[in-house]
């Protein structure tokens, strides 16, 4: 299905200094700063001109797939409205915002495709970042970085404050990989996905607040379908899409423990995340869509996924 599908998965631990750390209740916010939007465009632009939609150079810059909506000339006209970011954060699911000095902090990033391409530019932003600080809310230091391959456990240590070298990424993970893993598991007709951020999945009436399995799988088809063409040289799903969704539409969801939520981007500020949280249970055929959905653990479901949204764990039983 996307057996030349590339990510890299990495660790981020960052370490509050002396003062100690406050952040807000959704870390995602943490990047929608105009402190670290600056960083990281500093770190990436070439020209300075501040108007990605034209500029030669927006498809290949973190700056312009992380904060503008650059719709790519072509295949993405015809079929969508956008180019997703090659790139995911998972934060700390945990409602904590008051931190120690040297206490440890993970953040995890997924890089997909042509994005793994962007690590040395993070962890560079991620070092200013960390040496301006937050305003009245403490400095941190980044300690070190992590690449970390799950079907393997594999791991590579990156990066370490103290040395300040950034090794070369080895530590990959294929599609292929993740095809495999699917492969060796038992017949499946039982599955939960817990949404762990708000997962917001969109139709022409507006939000959905049930998960039903069929549009879970046509979102994930999408934008799988996205981030393979454009992020890995211009190569489709092997897939017979409409054979695959009407298969999905046999599944039937039996358990539902969800709510549809808004979060808020900090304290002050207004409502930014909504969507799904909670457990919903299926069964039917499943064994299937089991690498797609293994897939979607990492590049996320929904939108706003690169600062931390639409993100689920995948429960068999």
Request: contains cysteine; glycine residues 6%; proline residues 3%.
């Amino acid at each position: 299905m996307f057996k030349e599908l590339r990510l890299a998965c990495y660790q981020f631990t960052l370490c509050p200094q002396k003062e100690g750390l406050v952040l807000p209740f959704f870390k995602g916010a943490v990047f929608l700063q105009e402190k670290f939007k600056n960083i990281l465009y500093r770190h990436s632009c070439k020209i300075r001109q501040k108007k990605c939609g034209d500029c030669l150079f927006n498809l290949y810059c973190p700056y312009a797939y992380f904060y503008e909506n650059i719709t790519y000339r072509g295949w993405s006209v015809r079929r969508f409205n956008y180019l997703p970011a090659p790139f995911v954060w998972q934060l700390p699911l945990d409602k904590k915002t008051d931190y120690i000095a040297g206490e440890k902090i993970i953040f995890n990033l997924i890089l997909m495709g042509r994005g793994i391409n962007f690590l040395e530019v993070f962890i560079r932003v991620f070092q200013e970042f960390a040496e301006e600080g937050f305003r009245k809310r403490g400095k941190f230091i980044l300690k070190n970085v992590v690449a970390e391959n799950p079907f393997t456990g594999e791991k590579q240590h990156i990066f370490e404050n103290k040395h300040n070298h950034i090794a070369k990424t080895k530590t990959v993970i294929s599609g292929e990989e993740i095809e495999l893993w699917a492969k060796k598991m038992p017949e499946v007709t039982r599955l939960s996905l817990l949404f762990l951020t708000p997962t917001s999945l969109k139709e022409q009436e507006g939000y959905l607040e049930e998960p039903h399995f069929y549009h879970i799988i046509k979102a994930l088809v999408t934008r799988a379908s996205v981030i393979y063409y454009f992020h890995h040289n211009c190569r489709e799903l092997e897939i017979n899409y409409r054979n695959f969704t009407d298969k999905a539409e046999q599944v039937r969801k039996v358990k539902d423990y969800t709510r549809f939520v808004s979060w808020e981007k900090s304290l002050r500020s207004s409502s930014w995340g909504r969507g799904l949280l909670g457990e919903a249970e299926y069964t039917g055929k499943l064994h299937d869509f089991l690498p797609l959905v293994k897939l979607g653990e990492f590049m996320h479901l929904g939108e706003n996924t690169a600062f931390g949204l639409g993100r689920y764990r995948m429960k068999l039983s």
